[in-house]
C-alpha cells in the first residue's frame, strides 16, 4: 500500500496530541534523553540506506553537486521564509491557540528532507522504513508541542497526509514512462544519497553537526542525471 507510510505519519501525529493534551508537563531531561534515542536511531536508519549503492561514485558527485546547487540557491532559506511567509499569513487570518498550534505544527512536520525522501521511498519502491521512522520523531514532537501550543496541532494530521501522500502518488507514476533498468537503478543510488541525507539529519539531533539538509535536496535530481547518462551509454 503506497500511502501506508504516509498515514502512519498522520496517526502517530493525532495519537501524539492525544496523548499531549493529558500531560501538562514533561521533564526537560526525558525530552532530551527521548530526542537523542530518535536522533540515533535516524543516523543508524541512514547509514543503512547509504550502504545500498553499487557505485558509490555516483551518490558522491552527486551530493556533491547537489550541496554546490543547494547552497548557491539557498534552498534551506528559502524553505524558512516560505515557512515564516505561510505562518504570517494563516496566522493573520486566524488568531488563537488553535491556528497557532496547527501552523507551527505544520511547518515542523512539512518542510525537511525525511518527507520528500521517505515519500519517493514509499512510491517508488514500498518501503516505508523512513516515514515510520519520521512517525515516531512526529509523534513525539506533537504531543510536546501540545503540551504549550494546544490541540491545534492535530490538524497538522491533514497537510501531512496531502503533502507527502501526492508526493508517494505522483512516484507510483514515473515508473510508467522510464524503462525498468533505468528505474532500479536510480532508485538504488537514490536510495543511498537520501540515506546519507537522514544520517545527516540523525546527527543534527545529536547535535554533532549542524548541516542544512535541504540544501543537500538537488542532489536526488543530479543522481537521476548521472544515472540516466549512464544508461544511454
Partial sequence: MVLLGTIVNGVCIVMGTIIGSFL????????ETVMKAIGLSVSLLG???????????IVIISLVAGAVIGEYIDLDDKLNRLGMWIERKIGA?????IAKGFVTATLIFVIGAMAIIGSLDSGLRGDHK??????LIDGFT???????????VILSAIPVILYQGSIALFATQIERFVPTELMNSFIVEMTSAG???????????????????????????????IVTILYQF
Fill in 24 to 31: 501538562t508537563r514533561i521533564p526537560e531531561k526525558v525530552k
Fill in 47 to 57: 547509514i543503512q540506506m547509504g550502504l545500498k549503492s553499487e557505485q558509490f561514485l
Fill in 93 to 97: 487570518r486566524a488568531k488563537g491557540n
Fill in 130 to 135: 523512513v516515514l515510520y521512522t519520521k512517525s
Fill in 142 to 152: 506533537s504531543l510536546i508541542l501540545t503540551t504549550t501550543l494546544g490541540v491545534g
Fill in 195 to 225: 540515506g546519507l541525507m537522514i544520517l545527516a539529519i540523525g546527527l543534527n539531533m545529536l547535535d554533532i553537526t549542524k548541516i542544512k539538509v535541504a540544501n543537500l535536496l538537488p542532489s536526488i535530481l543530479i543522481v537521476a542525471l
